[in-house]
């Protein structure tokens, strides 16, 4: 998948969703989490894979920053989410 213009703007009260067609899901052959699109799949490394999960349709920016940050012993995530989240709108992986 080649970048693109972002399909998602980050802040605080965007709900970000996988898009149509796309789905997370652990994959033992390789023991790593991949996102599965119609054309292939991406292995995910293990802060890819965290953000993503919590990626459900539901959850807000601010939301998922925070509930990242309680899972990980209250470390400051909000630029790495965040420029995650910007990468991942440019690549299609998130809308």
Known sequence: MSAETPRFTVSDEAIPRLPHGFRLQFEKAQDS?????PEGLIQLNGPAAEILKRVDGKTSVAQLIA???????GAELRADVEHFLKEAS??????
Request: glycine content about 6%.
């Open 33 to 37: 989490w991949v996102l599965l699109y």
């Open 67 to 73: 509930d990242l940050s309680a899972a990980f012993n």
């Open 90 to 95: 440019k690549y299609g992986w998130i809308v």
